[in-house]
């Protein structure tokens, strides 16, 4: 009897999702399931999870977009709904708009916030509020504008203009909860096109949810060949997942109370020019309130960016295909 030969593909794919074309629009993104962003005032512990009670957000405006926009903060007042508080509301929570020369964080590295002790306020000031317990602002937004988008810093490699938001805890213990959206609308969240927004030190709020998935997306550039995640304060809640189109799931070491742990992870050539996914999954005995700070960086030490939109979109699991051929039968 003739017996061809034929061959058995197995294959797996894993899909996160698709990105939404306004998620890099609010901050956190749409994509990364992040209820808030936190920053607790200077007198706060940083057991509570906020290791210098500051934190530096930059947005990206494509060049070719010469519209003014809007930088719209979703309650930033520290007291009400959203807020942890600690004991009584007595927090201060300052932020501050720059744009100009000194802002790229490509071009001065003090600007992404992560060296102690240097000036991360480069830049031209070009609005700036301080919030405390105002009612009028809680579950509500107040919006930093209309700013010309000729006033940011130009940044050749992306052809965008960057402006930066400094969110500083400059008085209180308790923690401010808020979040963004970079809108062309005062009023309403109407996306700038192909505006995108970014950070380095990522210090976020968890969902007190034993179910619920959030992510976040450092991009991989030219020349990394493995990088050094760093995370603080995650509490012993869960894993961390570090995911892309050619890793699976590589399990994170993590932090526990008030402390850095940190892993190295290796990168493919192939994720080269695109992001990875660090999924957080909650363990099922529910720790409530939980903050969390990450950072990453290259094998040199330099640190990488976390994007709303993750730059390549969201990582898609395609595994390499296995190719078993099975040998004609003898006789």
Same mark, same amino acid.
């Given at each position: 009897m003739k017996v061809t030969n034929f061959i058995i593909i197995s294959v797996v794919i894993l899909c996160f999702g698709i990105t939404s074309p306004v998620s890099g629009q609010a901050v956190p993104g749409v994509d990364e399931n992040i209820p808030f962003l936190v920053t607790f005032g200077r007198q706060g512990e940083?057991?509570?999870?906020?290791?210098?009670?500051?934190?530096?957000?930059?947005?990206?405006?494509?060049?070719?977009?010469?519209?003014?926009?809007?930088?719209?903060?979703?309650?930033?007042?520290?007291?009400?709904?959203?807020?942890?508080?600690q004991g009584e509301f007595n927090s201060r929570t300052q932020f501050?708009?720059?744009?100009?020369?000194?802002? *790229? @964080? &490509?071009?001065?590295?003090?600007?992404? #916030?992560?060296?102690?002790?240097?000036?991360?306020?480069?830049?031209?000031?070009?609005?700036?509020?301080?919030?405390?317990?105002?009612?009028?602002?809680?579950?509500?937004?107040y919006t930093f504008g209309p700013f010309n988008p000729t006033s940011g810093d130009f940044n050749n490699k992306w052809k965008v203009r960057i402006f930066k938001v400094v969110i500083e805890g400059i008085a209180g213990d308790d923690g401010n909860l808020y979040r963004f959206?970079?809108?062309? *609308? @005062? &009023?309403?969240?109407?996306?700038?096109? #192909?505006?995108?927004?970014?950070?380095?030190?990522?210090?976020?709020?968890?969902?007190?949810?034993?179910?619920?998935?959030?992510?976040?997306?450092?991009?991989?550039?030219?020349g990394v060949i493995f990088i050094r995640q760093k995370n603080y304060d995650w509490d012993d809640d869960g894993h961390i997942l570090v995911v892309s189109r050619y890793k699976q799931g590589i399990k994170a070491i993590i932090s526990n109370e008030d402390n850095w742990e940190e892993s190295r992870i290796t990168i493919d050539p192939a994720e080269i020019g695109a992001s990875l996914d660090f999924q957080f999954h909650k363990k099922q005995t529910l720790v409530k309130n939980n903050n969390v700070v990450i950072t990453t960086e290259n094998q040199y030490g330099e640190a990488m960016p976390f994007y709303s939109t993750p730059i390549g979109g969201v990582p898609v699991y395609q595994p390499r295909v296995g190719v078993t051929k099975i040998p004609k039968p003898k006789g």
């Open positions: 940083t057991s509570w999870g906020d290791d210098d009670f500051y934190q530096v957000w930059f947005f990206s405006i494509p060049q070719d977009f010469n519209q003014q926009f809007y930088i719209r903060v979703f309650d930033p007042d520290c007291g009400g709904e959203h807020d942890e508080i501050s708009v720059y744009g100009g020369a000194g802002v *790229d @964080p &490509d071009a001065n590295e003090e600007s992404r #916030g992560l060296l102690k002790g240097m000036n991360y306020k480069g830049g031209t000031l070009l609005a700036s509020r301080v919030f405390g317990g105002e009612p009028v602002y809680d579950n509500k937004y959206f970079l809108s062309r *609308d @005062p &009023d309403n969240d109407v996306p700038v096109e #192909g505006g995108n927004a970014f950070t380095y030190e990522y210090t976020f709020r968890m969902w007190n949810n034993t179910m619920s998935v959030s992510h976040i997306y450092p991009y991989v550039d030219t």
